[in-house]
């Protein structure tokens, strides 16, 4: 989320969480002191997550300094040299084609396509195999059109949405979020 009218939205169209980007080349790429001055009116069931991608130690610390997240989403890689405080969930991101039988996988976790932000969706019916391991959030290629059938197939924990949602790159329209977060609790 980079701007307050997007929260607003996300809050009224009642979401369980809503990310705020770390990550400099993302057009959703805010600061930790504007992630926190965004956030700043989330009511409390809603959980604020970091989401970031091989971010250097150092960014880490100043966003869990500043911003105080509930949720750091990354890598499940970068958690090998995060040092994340007690307190706060850990959703590693797993990418199509790095989990098999054998992956140990931690309660929650991100299940997306190889490359974020590109609006690939992955193969349904193997996510639905790997959803029954644990608390999966299906992230990829969802949209309005798209996420009640998801759902019914995967059977996620929760679904996760970006560019499905923006009336251009980095900026969430509000109809939009409404309109997915509708259809996601249709099911």
Known sequence: ???????E????ANVDAIGFVFFEKSPRNVTPAE???LASD???HIRRIAVMLHPEASLWQEVEEVFQPDVLQTDSDDFAYLSVAQGVEQW???REGSVDDETALPETYVYEGRKSGHGQTVDWSRAAN???R????LAGGLSIENVGDAILQVRPFGVDVS???ESSPGKKDAAKIAAFTAAAHRC
């Open 1 to 7: 989320m980079t701007d307050s009218a997007a929260v």
């Open 9 to 12: 939205a996300a809050v009224a």
């Open 35 to 37: 992630a926190r001055t």
């Open 42 to 44: 989330i009511p409390k």
């Open 92 to 94: 590693p991101v797993y």
């Open 130 to 132: 790997i959803a029954k």
């Open 134 to 137: 644990g608390q999966m959030i």
């Open 163 to 165: 560019s499905a949602v």
